[in-house]
T-cell receptor, first 111, second 113 residues
Framework: GQQLNQSPQSMFIQEGEDVSMNCTSS?????WLWYKQEPGEGPVLLIA?????ELTSNGRLTAQFGITRKDSFLNISASIPSDVGIYFC???????????FGTGTSLTVIP | GAGVSQSPSNKVTEKGKDVELRCDPI?????LYWYRQRLGQGLEFLIY????????KSGLPSDRFSAERTGESVSTLTIQRTQQEDSAVYLC???????????FGSGTQLSVL
């Protein structure tokens, strides 16, 4: 099935650094969601975005719904070791009920 | 319940056997999804249920895969004559009403020997 292009595929950063990752698609989406998944667990919802241009924060996390509606960005400020995990974007088009998922960004934070 | 519950958490089976995976969605959530996640990969859509509407089965990879849901409650995903390539984590998610927020269970890790 269709998947969203997510980059980077992996990141190794020092504790305290900021992180940016993005998700792009050839299709227009009405909803963008960002998830974090830790080993042995299901994805946990971090942020939901509903309108083009929307900027939403959740603690140190900030996500934006791209103006073109074909992309979204997630930023993590002042990273800490517990930020380690795989981050997935997900989007839903204006037709149908499927949520399409990105390929994931694996984040490693070095103390 | 408070969250999406899946069982079993782990299932080891022999090639050719049938398996049944269970999902209990969040109470009151009308929409239920099944996804498959292979090791190191993203999430692959399998099937979607919405209330009493006909399910969207467009993601099921073969006729060995089927799923049922009783009303707006429990769902079971059945894989017949399992193959080694079926080994993966099977994730269930639910969504309530007009909400766009999808909530996941912890998944069932299926290993086919």
């Amino acid at each position: 099935g269709q998947q969203l292009n997510q980059s980077p595929q992996s990141m190794f950063i020092q504790e305290g650094e900021d992180v940016s990752m993005n998700c792009t698609s050839s299709s227009i989406f009405n909803t963008w969601l960002w998830y974090k998944q830790e080993p042995g667990e299901g994805p946990v919802l971090l942020i939901a975005l509903y309108k083009a241009g929307e900027l939403t924060s959740n603690g140190r996390l900030t996500a934006q719904f791209g103006i073109t509606r074909k992309d979204s960005f997630l930023n993590i400020s002042a990273s800490i070791p517990s930020d380690v995990g795989i981050y997935f974007c997900a989007g839903r088009k204006n037709t149908g009920n499927q949520f399409y998922f990105g390929t994931g960004t694996s984040l490693t934070v070095i103390p | 319940g408070a969250g999406v519950s899946q069982s079993p958490s782990n299932k080891v089976t022999e090639k050719g056997k049938d398996v049944e995976l269970r999902c209990d969605p969040i109470s009151g959530h009308t929409a239920l999804y099944w996804y498959r996640q292979r090791l190191g990969q993203g999430l692959e859509f399998l099937i979607y249920f919405q209330g009493n509407s006909a399910p969207d089965k467009s993601g099921l990879p073969s006729d060995r895969f089927s799923a049922e849901r009783t009303g707006e409650s429990v769902s079971t995903l059945t894989i017949q004559r399992t193959q080694q390539e079926d080994s993966a984590v099977y994730l269930c998610a639910s969504r309530g009403g007009s909400s766009e927020k999808l909530f996941f269970g912890s998944g069932t890790q299926l290993s086919v020997l």
